[in-house]
T-cell receptor, first 115, second 113 residues
Framework: EPEVTQTPSHQVTQMGQEVILRCVPISNHLYFYWYRQILGQKVEFLVSFYNNEISEKSEIFDDQFSVERPDGSNFTLKIRSTKLEDSAMYFC?????????????FGEGSWLTVV | AQSVAQPEDQVNVAEGNPLTVKCTYSVSGNPYLFWYVQYPNRGLQFLLKYITGDNLVKGSYGFEAEFNKSQTSFHLKKPSALVSDSALYFCAVRDSGNTPLVFGKGTRLSVIA
């Protein structure tokens, strides 16, 4: 079964450092998302991406965050200058284009710890 | 704006008993409703969804959910719980197209042998 893959699975970084989280969405999917979850709590939407541009973003997705699809397979989330409160599990997800009933499939997550 | 409420932080059930995890939603248009499960230190795994049609939706691992438009609910159910069902369950909603899913805060299910 196709799946969304994410790397790294866990990263520890110093406050103020840049972090790039990588994702390979399911191959025939065209919509990509990043969500985050702080310590097993609510899953929060960050950004959606379609046709090489941001489709929607939440208030969390400020100027410190950026997304990119550098080639035909990878989808990345960059945090420019990490803060302690950026510590969370970051989930990449993808879906086909649909009318609303298309399923969003999630990766296993990248656990980011900022120290 | 869309929203999802999962009124219970924790649900405890004995193995073999039926289980229900509650979810209510609010959307401006027609709802597209989803349930996901998260095992410890794992990603979100899709269980089932309601798009249209039959109000009773069947999904993975014997789970089902009932859509009730008048009560704006989409409760997750299973006739006979297993210890391996113990996990964190999230209800989610969107109202159209490829808009992001909005998640509830999650309900931790504990099935006791």
């Amino acid at each position: 079964e196709p799946e969304v893959t994410q790397t790294p699975s866990h990263q520890v970084t110093q406050m103020g450092q840049e972090v790039i989280l990588r994702c390979v969405p399911i191959s025939n999917h065209l919509y990509f998302y990043w969500y985050r979850q702080i310590l097993g709590q609510k899953v929060e939407f960050l950004v959606s991406f379609y046709n090489n541009e941001i489709s929607e973003k939440s208030e969390i997705f400020d100027d410190q965050f950026s997304v990119e699809r550098p080639d035909g397979s990878n989808f990345t989330l960059k945090i420019r200058s990490t803060k302690l409160e950026d510590s969370a599990m970051y989930f990449c997800a993808s879906s086909e284009i649909g009318q609303g009933g298309n399923t969003i499939y999630f990766g296993e997550g990248s656990w980011l710890t900022v120290v | 704006a869309q929203s999802v409420a999962q009124p219970e932080d924790q649900v405890n059930v004995a193995e073999g008993n039926p289980l229900t995890v509650k979810c209510t939603y609010s959307v401006s248009g027609n709802p597209y409703l989803f349930w996901y499960v998260q095992y410890p230190n794992r990603g979100l795994q899709f269980l089932l969804k309601y798009i249209t049609g039959d109000n009773l939706v069947k999904g993975s691992y014997g789970f089902e959910a009932e859509f009730n438009k008048s009560q704006t609910s989409f409760h997750l159910k299973k006739p006979s719980a297993l210890v391996s069902d113990s996990a964190l369950y999230f209800c989610a909603v969107r109202d159209s197209g490829n808009t992001p899913l909005v998640f509830g805060k999650g309900t931790r299910l504990s099935v006791i042998a």
